[in-house]
Structures are given as structure tokens and as C-alpha cells.
């Protein structure tokens, strides 16, 4: 299946969002490094024959894009508020340099380092992207889990040939719906959710799954006691805040909590706390920012402890995740 073959010749009812092209390195450099946030970058040429395309169809919750050049590219890149998959169809790419470094594979979607900044080399490529946005994403995850506004990919095995397959499919009716029904259709809102879906299935969301029934109206009070907790993670609350935000006793709340997630309302609270840790961990810089400042943010004060528990959820001591 070949996939959004011809961006570049987008019609005009589904007008790019974003388009250039060029012929020279300085141009190149100064066209993508705005888009992506990018520095220190280095383009350079293959032979005499250099030029790159760039061209996005869509809208600020779900864009397709192509991207080709005839040339080589280096630099580092930053997305803010937005998962980016890419995948190249001829070419040769490798991101996250030096750190987690990714070889990318013709056809195969992979994900950019999500709210971190990173490295990343191309030449001579042919590259499709899909930005979907965080609130977009969160949407889709909370069909799913139980969401705290993190959002964290496990990419250390490779998504399976259905996954992938259901993966360019969804994004092809997605462009059949933008270009067949418009921006503004339903269609293409719910082809949106249909793509992020597909995400989903590429890479297993690192999220608490909802439990069963979780949605039923006798849970009604415990939804809103979790709801409480992921809105006020950061600040300083009791199991007595949590019942009283949720209008239930405490231990109701305790039963509640012990019944449908399996664990203590104050322990589900740290490890809610413990995620927001992670992900602020991965976007610090360690040259300016500690361990000790961003645990204490999230109300961890004695720091030999903290280190134990995040070890135990996440396999690595914080200064690692730091470092990463």
C-alpha cells in the first residue's frame, strides 16, 4: 500500500497548512529549523543536483506531511505538544543520536522522542510524518487508561506487520476524508481519532488500563476522586482531601480505590506522581536542572526513598532517566 503519494500536488480544497521548497543549504536550514524548533544544524550536499521539498495538509489537532530532500541534514530537533510519527520510504535516517539512537527502517513508524530534544541525521530522503496533538492523543488514551497528562510510548520492541499495515491504512482514509469531505467534517474528525487509535497499536501507551466497568455509574465517585488526584498531583493532599473532592468517606474511598484499581488511593497518588517525575526527567537538561529539584516538585522530599520507588516503577534510577 503506498501512502500519501503525491502531497505536493495537494487539491486546492485541502490547501497546505504549511509548504516550501528550496535549492540551497542556508534556505533549507533556515526553513526547517523554524518549524522544528531545530539548532545547530548542518546541511550539505550529495552531489550538484541539491533541493528539498516540505509540504503539510490538515489542521492543528492531526497534519500529514512529506518531507524529501536530495542532501544530507543534521541537527537537533524539539516538538512541544505533539507526538510526530515518521517513517522514510527511501533514504537513510537515524534519530536520537548518542542516546537511545534509532536506525530507521523503510516503511516502519517511529516515533520522535516525545517532549525531549534530541538528535537526528537524514540524506537523501523521502520522509511522511503525522503530527497528532497531545490533547489529541490524551482523548484517544483516556478510551483506554487511566490518564494523568503524561505520555509515554514503550518503543523497545517493534510494532508487528498488522500494526503497521492498520497503522497506513488509518492515515490513508484520513486523506481520503480530508480531501473527500474537507477540514471541517465530521469525517475527518473521526478519521483524527482512527489514526490516533492506530498509534496505539503501534506502540503499547505506558498507562494504568481501565479497569473493567470502571465506567459504570457506581463508579462515578471514584472517577472524580481520580480525576481530583491527576488535577492536583503536584500539591500537598491527604486521603481525607481525596474523599472529601469526591463527596464519599474515607473509606469508601480506601474500598473503592482497593476494588476496581487494586491499590491504596495514597499509593495510586504516588505513582501518578512518580510518572510526572519520569516525563519532566526526559525533557530536563542536566546541566541545569537536578534530580532533587524536579522530585521535589512533585512532593518528594527524602530522596534515597525516591530513588528506590522510581527504580522499582521504571527499571533505572532517576539520575539516569536525567542523563538520558
Excluded: C
Excluded at 73 to 89: A, F, K, N, P, Y
Excluded at 128 to 155: K, M, N, P, W
Excluded at 219 to 229: E, G, H, K, M
Amino acid at each position: 500500500m503506498h501512502l500519501v503519494t503525491d502531497l505536493q500536488n495537494a487539491p486546492a480544497a485541502i490547501a497546505p497548512i504549511i509548504a516550501f521548497a528550496g535549492t540551497d543549504t542556508a534556505s533549507a536550514i533556515r526553513d526547517l529549523s523554524g518549524l522544528y524548533a531545530g539548532r545547530a544544524w548542518y546541511s550539505s550536499h550529495v552531489d550538484s543536483d541539491y533541493w528539498y521539498k516540505y509540504v503539510a495538509v490538515g489542521d492543528d489537532r492531526m497534519s500529514i506531511r512529506r518531507f524529501q530532500m536530495h542532501g544530507y541534514l543534521r541537527g537537533d530537533v524539539t516538538v512541544e505538544d505533539e507526538v510526530v510519527v515518521q517513517w522514510i520510504e527511501s533514504g537513510r535516517a537515524r534519530v536520537d543520536l548518542g542516546r537511545n539512537e534509532v536506525q530507521l527502517q523503510l516503511g516502519v513508524p517511529t516515533l520522535f522522542p516525545i517532549e525531549q530534544r534530541f538528535e537526528m541525521e537524514y540524506e537523501d530522503w523521502d520522509q511522511r510524518l503525522v503530527h497528532l496533538s497531545r490533547d489529541l492523543v490524551l482523548d484517544v488514551a483516556a478510551e483506554r487508561y487511566l490518564t494523568d497528562g503524561t505520555i509515554a510510548f514503550d518503543q523497545s520492541v517493534a510494532p508487528t506487520t498488522d500494526a503497521v499495515l492498520q497503522w497506513r491504512r488509518s492515515v490513508a482514509s484520513a486523506m481520503h476524508a480530508l480531501r473527500s469531505e474537507g477540514p471541517s467534517s465530521p469525517a475527518w474528525q473521526e478519521a483524527q481519532h482512527d489514526v490516533a487509535r492506530a498509534l496505539f497499536g503501534l506502540y503499547p501507551f505506558q498507562g494504568e488500563p481501565l479497569p473493567e466497568g470502571f465506567g459504570n455509574r457506581k463508579n462515578a465517585r471514584l472517577r472524580a476522586a481520580v480525576a481530583f488526584i491527576h488535577e492536583h498531583a503536584a500539591e500537598p493532599l491527604t486521603v481525607s482531601d481525596i474523599a472529601h473532592a469526591a463527596a464519599i468517606s474515607v473509606r469508601s474511598l480506601q474500598e473503592s480505590f482497593q476494588r476496581e484499581l487494586d491499590v491504596a488511593p495514597m499509593n495510586y497518588l504516588r505513582e501518578v506522581r512518580l510518572r510526572h517525575v519520569h516525563s519532566d526527567l526526559l525533557k530536563a537538561d542536566p546541566d541545569v536542572t537536578t534530580v532533587a529539584e524536579i522530585a521535589s516538585t512533585w512532593g518528594f522530599g527524602h530522596m534515597g526513598r525516591f530513588s528506590h520507588e522510581y527504580f522499582n516503577q521504571f527499571g533505572e534510577y532517576p539520575k539516569h532517566t536525567l542523563r538520558r
